[in-house]
């Protein structure tokens, strides 16, 4: 799939991926409006896309996204226009749209980190399904430092992803975290050398894409539906979706290329 016109994100389609750029280097991949409407454009038309199998989201140039851009808020302007009432409003209308829109995909997507994901960077980081990055990355959640809190709703994704206590101390502290401090926080899957995470995270993808694409998104649906519910309405979902996928053409494949050890043609259907 294409996408033309973009001003701050950037799209490249390979083998079933649709890699996702933010793409303003120069400040860092920091978050504007623009980038808030082209990223949710993009999500929202590949998530309705059969060819697109997962999603990888990164940062163009040294970062991943350094969150708000800090020189907008100081001019009061772009995002941060406005006085209290109106900035609520344009919080509501505006980055707080990421967090709803992530919620809601079925696609499976990683978050590939390069550098530094600080702020809103590491949020949206962490309303992906997990994380990958290069062993030069850095974590912070780092609004209170700047005399803010996580207004785009890293309060409720961060403390699900390394527990409550850590997310506290995250956020109280603003301190800044090393790959391997993120690693072993549970904060990211993999570590591994910048040299090598592309070629790693499309191991990833093709790894998810190989699998049955149906089954995939109903797996997604049900382990963050389970996350946050209980365990009788967890069950009901699951015997709805897998009365489903167990009729979809991809299954009988799966089946019939298994007794023929051979690997199964999926066809989203």
């Known amino acids: 799939m294409e996408f033309k016109n973009l001003q701050t994100i950037e799209t490249e389609f390979n083998d079933h991926s649709l890699w996702v750029y933010l793409n303003r280097p120069d400040s860092s991949n920091a978050i504007t409006i623009e980038m808030i409407d082209e990223l949710l454009y993009v999500l929202v038309e590949a998530d309705m896309n059969s060819k697109v199998r997962s999603i990888i989201l990164s940062g163009r140039g040294k970062h991943f996204c350094a969150g708000g851009d800090v020189k907008n808020m100081l001019q009061k302007k772009e995002m941060f226009e406005g006085e209290s009432n109106e900035l609520r409003e344009r919080y509501k209308r505006g980055i707080q749209r990421i967090p709803k829109i992530f919620n809601e995909l079925s696609t499976p997507i990683i978050a590939m980190i390069n550098g530094a994901a600080i702020g809103a960077g590491l949020d949206i980081a962490c309303m992906c399904d997990f994380r990958i990055c290069s062993d030069n990355a850095k974590f912070g959640e780092t609004f209170t430092k700047i005399g803010l809190i996580p207004g ?29 401090e993120a690693k072993l926080m549970n904060l990211v899957s993999k570590v591994t050398v910048r040299e090598s995470l592309i070629e790693q995270t499309k191991l990833i993808a093709s790894k998810i894409n190989s699998n049955a694409p149906i089954a995939n998104q109903m797996a997604k649906r049900a382990l963050t539906h389970a996350y946050r519910s209980d365990l009788s309405s967890n069950l009901e979902l699951l015997s709805a979706f897998q009365g489903i996928s167990q009729r979809t053409s991809d299954h009988f494949e799966a089946l019939s290329k298994s007794l023929e050890k051979s690997t199964p043609n999926f066809t989203h259907k």
């Open 152 to 180: 785009d709703g890293g309060t409720y994704f961060l403390q699900r992803i390394v527990g409550f206590a850590k997310a506290m101390e995250m956020t109280l502290t603003a301190d800044i975290y090393s790959a391997e």
